[in-house]
């Protein structure tokens, strides 16, 4: 099937089940489904015959406009067709599932008859007007989606700079520029450019729009030393729409060759640039390159004839960057600090002047919230400059950061509509429904993708999982620099990001999506019928009967885990559509839950310290994937298999006897042991992450499967003797061991080989002594070591690994800080300067030319922290 976008896959996926689901437990033979398959399948068929073809044009910049135009107004045509569908559908389905059941009698929008006589018209209308469109003309994707949408160029804005285009589309950018943090850049490239190598080399700048690429290379490419170490230079800008003849005519214009170049063939205009460069050391700056394409139609004008010319790229794709890494360098260009941002901002709103004092706390908070990038910095200071300075006003601009920054049209939104017109379309959905969270949120990992999924947004792909499809989706955008990565785990791996602008870009996406920081009592009445999903961040009560009645019935997402609620709201089980449920309760689990089958993500949370216990209901959850919990759930017996991928917090009430039936998919799981049970995790075959948290579990009454990657132990007490059976998991690459998870004062891993292992913690041990030799560790690249007192160092050897980037550690036992700094010093005297050592959250050398103070603040942080998450295992 072509690409289908999610509202799309969503609606197909319920046909299917509704066609083909004779097992699934609400069809279950029943009559009134029965009844109305015909038409189902006649829905199925003909939207999969306008989706083969309709969603297979790709829309190229060569093809006629108008034709262009059409296939676009058929498509939004098509999305507005899908919706009625879909919602029609839904709510026949909600009637079927409450026939003959007790509701309000607020809700009279359930009808038992189906009725889709005006889609079926509004489809045969799209073929029809799709048949006078000269497809034969238009290129057809051959694969499963869309690989890049092209549209006409917009101008790009550089960075803290301001430019013109001429009219070849060549980037000129003003001498009155402000670069602030990119110093060390420039050094880096400019080192690169001017090496001893003598053929020919590609260094590539690679960052998001607004970034400073063109900014850096404008400053290199006019630095003294580069005008006088290349005989040649020549700037040519891409874009995202080009042809070849004008980036000829660009570069030879700017080597200086005159004439009347427009009059020559594209065969002169390659001799007359072979000639201006060979023999000579050129520089060649190609800004704002979009495409593999367009580099390998570049690359072959320029002679490889061992004078130690360069060629710099700038670019906002990795996998541009990655083509051409075999034959040169990659330097990714990283977000201004807050202190970097700060600067900027009183350079252009003060012009050198100091800022009167009053103002530098909002100034602080408005450069923040920048989030690091120079072009928003630039937009801020443009937006302060024009106003008075009242302390008062700024704080209130302060608040409204992201609304001036996407109303700027001319800067950055119109710097992200560059990247988003550019995106395939299977990101498109998944990136615009970053905008609607707050300001300044910060995603976890998880959470979105099981938001994603549970939009529908995640397309099928072989034998992959929806997670890790969505994870790669995800991936995609970061190596795209349209999300902006806030934290990673000790690892390397993403933790958290967020979009680099939050948006309302599109109100109408929202009027099916409702994102609000609103008291949920105060909009529940507001919602449309038609809303699929509500996102609420308001913190504070939430009473019962404000949730339920037809304006819910057609969620598919309720995320109300801000909100406390004050009773279970009994409106919920009407809500049989809902995939991701979120809420914060503090009661006994409510059965209600297990009532709603399409359920995929349920997320609870507490505000009380105790368990909850699951009912036997649980089971029916079929579709369940990922249960997590901020307190422990006692788990109850179960007879049938359940599609849950992820468990958090969980207490099995008959150990593990019936896992391997019951759990078949489970790829993460965190679980409270019991000291006298067995736990033969082996006998789960998808287990990849692990965390175990119990009271002196013995080492003989646990087994570990050959798929773990990731394992944590936590008060389990287990004698550092078991280090030799886990150092035999073939696949493991994360080791996390804290609050006395291996008992003992000694560990001598010599003779043990982790073969894979990539992350190694160690918290809270009362270890005294560790021997470790380079072998032990040998794929090692960070080492976390933190509250173990008693330790006397860290093995000397740990330093000798190759593989090694970072070590993280905290100064609570002197000999430890005394041990990384040797371990640095061996490194550096063997030219190794690549091993990052941070100590209380400080570069080794900075805590050592800061000593006391971090200590006590860092512990008390830690502490809060650590008793905040004891009543979630501590894992």
Request: glycine content about 4%.
């Amino acid at each position: 099937m072509a690409y289908t976008a999610g509202f799309q896959m969503l609606l197909m996926e319920n046909l299917k089940k509704l066609i083909h689901g004779n097992h699934h437990p609400f069809i279950n033979n029943n009559p009134l489904i029965l009844s109305e398959r015909p038409q189902f399948q006649l829905l199925y068929q003909e939207l999969d015959s306008i989706i083969q073809t309709l969603f297979s044009i790709h829309e190229d910049h060569h093809h006629n406009p108008d034709e262009i135009e059409k296939v676009r107004n058929l498509k939004e045509r098509f999305k507005d067709v899908v919706e009625e569908a879909q919602d029609i559908i839904d709510l026949f389905v909600s009637a079927v599932h409450f026939t003959n059941r007790q509701f309000p009698p607020e809700i009279d929008v359930f009808k038992t008859s189906l009725n889709l006589e005006k889609v079926l018209k509004s489809i045969e209308s799209i073929k029809v007007e799709l048949m006078t469109i000269n497809i034969g003309n238009m290129k057809m994707d051959s694969s499963s989606r869309i690989d890049h949408v092209k549209t006409q160029s917009v101008a790009a804005a550089a960075v803290g700079t301001s430019y013109t285009r001429n009219r070849l589309g060549t980037k000129m950018v003003s001498s009155e520029e402000i670069v602030v943090g990119l110093d060390h850049d420039v050094k880096i490239i400019r080192d690169k450019l001017t090496e001893e190598t003598k053929q020919l080399g590609v260094v590539s700048i690679v960052g998001m729009g607004g970034l400073g690429k063109t900014t850096i290379a404008n400053k290199i490419f006019n630095d003294r030393f580069v005008v006088y170490y290349f005989h040649v230079r020549a700037w040519v800008t891409v874009s995202q729409t080009y042809a070849k003849r004008d980036l000829l005519i660009q570069i030879l214009r700017s080597i200086g060759v005159q004439g009347d170049l427009e009059e020559d063939d594209d065969s002169k205009l390659r001799g007359k640039l072979h000639k201006n460069l060979m023999g000579r050391r050129y520089l060649i700056v190609i800004d704002d390159i979009w495409s593999i394409e367009a580099w390998d139609e570049l690359k072959m004008f320029f002679p490889h004839d061992n004078t130690a010319s360069r060629i710099l790229l700038t670019t906002r794709l990795y996998e541009v960057a990655l083509h051409v890494k075999p034959h040169g360098f990659v330097h990714s260009l990283p977000c201004l600090t807050e202190e970097e941002s700060w600067k900027l901002l009183k350079q252009k709103v003060f012009h050198g002047d100091e800022c009167p004092e009053w103002l530098i706390k909002p100034g602080m908070q408005i450069a923040k919230k920048c989030h690091g990038l120079p072009l928003s910095v630039v937009v801020m200071a443009g937006v302060l400059a024009k106003e008075p300075m009242n302390k008062d006003l700024w704080e209130e601009i302060a608040c409204s950061v992201s609304s001036y920054i996407v109303g700027d049209h001319k800067g950055c939104l119109e710097t992200l509509a560059l990247s988003y017109h550019h995106l395939p379309n299977h990101l498109r959905e998944c990136f615009l429904y970053l905008g609607g969270f707050p300001e300044d949120f910060r995603f976890t990992v998880e959470r979105i993708i099981w938001l994603w999924v549970a939009e529908g947004f995640i397309e099928e792909a072989g034998n992959r999982s929806l997670e890790d499809v969505a994870e790669a989706y995800l991936m995609d955008l970061i190596s795209r620099n349209l999300v902006i990565v806030a934290g990673r785990k000790f690892n390397g791996d993403v933790k958290a990001y967020s979009p680099p602008f939050s948006s309302q870009l599109l109100e109408v996406y929202k009027q099916r999506r409702v994102f609000t920081n609103q008291d949920i009592n105060n909009i529940a009445h507001s919602l449309t019928r038609t809303a699929q999903s509500l996102l609420c961040f308001h913190d504070g009560i939430c009473w019962a009967e404000s949730i339920g009645g037809s304006s819910f019935v057609l969620l598919k997402v309720l995320d109300l885990q801000k909100c406390r609620l004050h009773d279970f709201p009994q409106g919920l089980r009407l809500l049989i559509h809902l995939r991701y449920l979120a809420i914060c309760y503090s009661g006994e689990f409510p059965n209600l839950i297990c009532k709603l089958w399409s359920l995929q993500t349920l997320i609870l949370r507490t505000n009380v310290v105790g368990p909850m216990h699951l009912p036997h209901n649980i089971q029916d959850l079929v579709n369940l994937r990922h249960l997590w919990s901020d307190t422990m759930l006692f788990f109850p017996s179960i007879e049938k298999p359940m599609n849950l991928q992820y468990i958090s917090n969980v207490v099995f009430k008959d150990g593990m006897d019936n896992f391997r039936k019951c759990f078949p998919s489970l790829k993460k799981l965190a679980l409270r042991c019991d000291k006298d049970d067995e736990y033969h995790f082996e006998l789960l075959p998808c287990l990849e992450n692990l965390k175990l948290a119990g009271l002196r579990l013995q080492h003989n009454h646990i087994s570990f499967p050959a798929t773990l990657k990731k394992l944590t132990l936590a008060w389990c007490d287990l004698p550092w003797s078991d280090m030799s059976t886990i150092q035999l998991l073939p696949n493991l690459e994360a080791l996390q061991l804290k609050g006395y998870a291996p008992e003992g004062a000694h560990w001598d891993a010599c003779d043990q080989q982790f073969q894979k292992l990539k992350f190694l913690k160690l918290e809270w041990l009362n270890i005294k002594q560790w021997k470790a030799s380079s072998t032990s560790f040998p794929c090692l690249k960070r080492l976390a070591v933190c509250f173990c007192w008693d330790l006397q160092e860290i093995p000397l050897e740990i330093g000798e690994i190759a593989t090694l980037d970072l070590i993280i550690t905290d100064s609570s036992s002197n000999s430890v800080v005394k041990s990384v700094k040797r371990i640095q010093e061996e490194q550096h005297d063997v030219g190794n300067y690549e091993l990052k050592i941070i100590v209380d959250g400080m570069e080794l050398s900075y805590y050592l030319s800061h000593p006391g103070g971090s200590w006590r603040e860092w512990t008390a942080s830690f502490l809060l922290r650590l008793l905040k998450r004891e009543r979630i295992l501590m894992i």
